[in-house]
């Protein structure tokens, strides 16, 4: 069994800074790489990608968000941070972790999805 969990979302006025968390845990072998994706009030089911991380440490980010969020990762605890700086109103969404991983060896690499947290971003 595989559980991921994000925590740290909130709510902040428009400028200030946010850091989220995910944790992965349960029966892994490894993990592949981790991301960020957020789907905003309004857009339906569609998720739009935020930021990713290899674990050889390749980034990723969306245009929206380069240079104010920085994401990273601790490869002991199996788990992921996303920094947020100088946040504006459009970053308010349900923010969501995902994590592609393998089981055993020889497994293939399956994803899992945390269940959301919610950062609002307002005065």
């Known amino acids: 069994q595989v559980q991921v969990v994000e925590s740290g979302g909130g709510l902040v006025q428009p400028g200030g800074s946010l850091r989220l968390s995910c944790a992965a845990s349960?029966?892994?072998?490894?993990?592949?790489?981790m991301g960020w994706y957020r789907r905003a009030p309004g857009t339906g089911t569609q998720r739009e990608l935020v930021a990713t991380i290899t674990w050889g440490s390749s980034t990723a980010y969306a245009d929206s968000v380069k240079g104010r969020f920085t994401i990273s990762r601790d490869d002991a605890k199996n788990t992921m941070s996303l920094q947020m700086n100088s946040l504006k109103p459009e970053d308010t969404a349900v923010y969501y972790c995902?994590?592609?991983?393998?089981?055993?060896?020889?497994?293939?690499?399956?994803?899992?999805w945390g269940p959301g947290t919610q950062v609002s971003v307002s005065s």
């Open positions: 349960g029966s892994i072998f490894s993990i592949n790489a």
């Open positions: 995902n994590a592609d991983l393998r089981l055993s060896t020889h497994s293939a690499v399956y994803r899992y």
